[in-house]
């Protein structure tokens, strides 16, 4: 089991992609690249903060409120939607550089990418 932090597109979640019903229905079938676990809880489901992407400092940020809590987690999932995003809607996130900067900055595997597209 892995305890996650889901990182959305803030233009994208609860606009186009309503409710995040897609990515929790995906969770529920152990589908996309939530497949790739056993079993994965959400610890917090959260946006990048906006363009032009301010994933790291939200991450830092987040931390802080999750230490206070007693929370932990291992894995960021970088949702569908900012795959979406960068290869459809102009958005300048280097999900390469990112994935690459939360791993060393935030020291937490990355993984690109949730639901399948077909969901
Ligand atoms: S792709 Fe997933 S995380 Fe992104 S808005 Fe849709 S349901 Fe939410
Ligand atoms: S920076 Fe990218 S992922 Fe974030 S809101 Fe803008 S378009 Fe969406």
Redesign the pocket.
Known sequence: MVKAV?V??EK??DRI?IG????FKALSLKAGKFGEFDNVEIVAWTSCGGCPGLVVPKLNNLNLVLKQIGVEYDVVFI???IVKAVKTGYCNIDLEKLAKDVEEEIGKRVIVG??PPEI
């Open positions: 889901v959305c597109c994208i979640r992609c995040c019903a897609r990515c949702a569908s939607c949730t639901k």
